[in-house]
């Protein structure tokens, strides 16, 4: 009489119950690992977006990316770093510090096998595997799954301010890595989890050394470290539980020789020491750093500096309604992603996917506590303990997918399509290109034409620093530039003079002389441009259309 169902349902179709129990495993299993989870489909339509989608504008966007390609290039030709300006007439045999020379040459190989297909397939994999992974940090950090998806979807809206296929996107994937990292050391509860894994503390010095050869972001992440050692530190000294303080005080000593041996790693670059003083120069010039955009203090007109507003209320509206205690190190974090959004918007992405980190699990927690609140509406009670228990178990269920198949198969199938040149059969689905209605390709097409044709020429070009590193990309090494947006090679000297003269301030015409130019390519609408045309006893226009103006010297 107490037969089970198993037994009825093995019966009734002959097959052995053994049989039966253990074919469901495999079946589950299969599931689990070939149905996608909601952090693949995020990082699918991330990828596509900026692959080929409505995202595709932004990584060539920035000219900038022009002579990294050329770089890369010059160092697989002559399998050595450049030491002086290559690009420039300017600056000729001038020292350059090309400090990003690996994510350069890992452009010059993606350049040779893919052309820009494959530059932009390389940033789509990077940002669409930076912000996948900020969502599952989010969810394992007791984020609920639709407000760590509405967090990140801020955060990928903020970043879009600085979308562009140069090596700063390593930088945010670094920094993320170095915050999970830290908050694992500083969560390791040895007494129920045993030794601390031994990779970690040598994570941080490995990670620096190939950080400081691919971004100069490297300087965040010790930022982080430093952190996370005071805060250590700290804690040590107001543990009131001894065993507790004297487990705190090791941690704190181990993240100090974690941050000496990050920081020494910085040092194994071609450059050396040099590298660190050139950059702090560089940083510390007032005059380029109040001029420079990219390092200008954002100025919220934007949808990605308005994206950046809603997280700060987010994280003020948290503070004031957390009753948790909030670490240190988590304060310390928010101040520095707070100063770091305020001072620059290039580093909007990287302190966006800070706060919303810190922010989510307390501003979840705020939520779900309105469940249990006595004095809160009913109806208000039974939706947010309908909403927590459905988020709840789409989170759960969302963390037991981890076979990411379809992300793996996505990135091999584009890259073969890249190899391709963009094509698939006879359709071409890729096709990355500079935007002719902001970079000036045809002007270009022009002055290549004119140096093959009777005339041939190899005077420098002057344009704005905007278009160099298209100029470049295009021109090298028939013709060089006279100025980019190298701005730390120039320096604040040379900017000036340029900012003199492309704004038609007291002595441009000084500034056009010295520099010696004789071939002006300009934007249509531009100061010089229509100071130029004044001066038609000196200069022609000998090619001119809607985004720029050829003029040539007489």
């Known amino acids: 009489m107490g037969i089970s169902a198993n037994v009825i349902h093995c019966f009734h179709t002959n097959v052995p119950p ?79 510090f090309a400090w990003e020379w690996l994510y350069d040459l890992v452009l010059g190989i993606l350049y040779r096998a893919c052309g820009l ?9 990077i ?30 809206a903020a970043s879009t301010i600085h979308l562009y296929a140069r090596p700063h996107i390593v930088s945010w994937l670094f920094s993320l890595l170095w915050f999970v990292a830290l908050e694992k050391w500083a969560g390791w509860n040895q007494r129920e989890k045993g030794k601390l894994p031994r990779w970690l503390p040598w994570f941080f010095p ?22 996370y050692t005071f ?63 990219e390092f200008r203090a954002p100025d919220f007109h934007g949808w990605a500096e308005r994206c950046f507003a809603v997280i700060i209320v987010l994280v003020l509206i948290t503070f004031v309604r957390s009753r948790s205690k909030l670490p240190l190190s988590h304060l310390l974090i928010v101040l520095l992603a707070l100063y770091a959004g305020f001072y620059s918007s290039r580093n909007l992405p990287v302190s966006g996917m800070l706060l919303v980190l810190v922010v989510g699990p307390m501003l979840w927690s705020n939520f779900t506590s309105l469940a249990d609140k006595a004095g809160a509406w009913r109806w208000l009670r039974i939706l947010t303990t309908r909403f927590t228990n459905f988020s709840d178990r789409m989170g759960d269920q969302e963390m037991q997918l981890r076979g990411h198949v379809w992300p793996i198969a996505a990135v091999a199938f584009a890259f073969a399509i890249c190899l391709q040149g963009g094509w698939l059969g006879s359709r071409q689905l890729l096709r990355a290109r500079f ?20 005339r041939p020429s190899a005077e420098p070009v002057f344009s704005i620093d905007g278009w160099g ?69 000196a200069w022609r226009v000998t090619y001119e259309d809607k985004v720029s103006v050829v003029f040539e010297k007489r």
């Not at 297909?117 to 994999?125: M, R």
């Not at 930076?130 to 639709?146: C, E, I, N, P």
């Not at 390709?441 to 044709?453: F, H, R, T, W």
């Open 435 to 454: 935007d002719p209605a902001k970079m000036p390709i045809a002007a270009v097409s022009y002055l290549q034409s004119e140096a093959q044709g009777n």
């Open 231 to 293: 805060a250590a530190w700290v804690e040590s000294l107001y543990e009131a539980d001894a065993f507790v303080a004297l487990r705190v005080a090791q941690r704190a000593r181990a993240m100090a020789v974690a941050w000496l041996g990050s920081l020494a790693a910085t040092l194994v670059n071609p450059f050396g020491w040099r590298l660190h003083l050139h950059i702090y120069r560089y940083l510390s010039d007032r005059y380029l750093m109040n001029r420079i955009d």
């Open 206 to 227: 490995a990670s620096a050394l190939l950080w400081v050869n691919l971004h100069g972001g490297w300087l965040f992440g010790i930022a982080l470290l430093a952190i």
């Open 117 to 125: 297909n494959g530059v932009v397939w390389l940033c789509a994999f």
């Open 127 to 156: 940002v669409a595997g930076v912000f996948a992974l900020l969502l599952s940090q989010l969810l394992r950090r007791g984020t609920g799954l639709l407000l760590a998806i509405a967090l990140m979807l801020l955060a990928e």
């Open 469 to 537: 590193g298209y100029l470049i990309y295009r021109m090298y090494p028939q013709r060089k530039v006279i100025v980019d947006d190298r701005h730390d090679l120039y320096g604040s000297g040379r900017v000036r003079q340029y900012l003199i003269l492309i704004q038609g301030e007291s002595g441009w015409r000084s500034v056009l002389q010295e520099w010696q130019i004789r071939t002006a390519l300009r934007p249509a609408d531009s100061t010089l441009t229509n100071l130029l045309r004044e001066l038609p006893q």
């Open 18 to 96: 053994q049989q039966s129990m253990t074919s469901e495993k495999p079946r589950s299993s299969v599931m689990r690992f070939l149905f996608p989870s909601v952090r693949d489909i995020i990082f699918l339509f991330l990828f596509w977006s900026i692959l080929a989608g409505p995202l595709s504008n932004r990584p060539l966007a920035d000219a900038d990316i022009g002579w990294h390609i050329r770089t890369g290039e010059q160092i697989l030709q002559t399998h050595s770093l450049p030491r002086t300006d290559p690009f420039s007439s300017t600056m000729r045999g001038q020292p350059w």
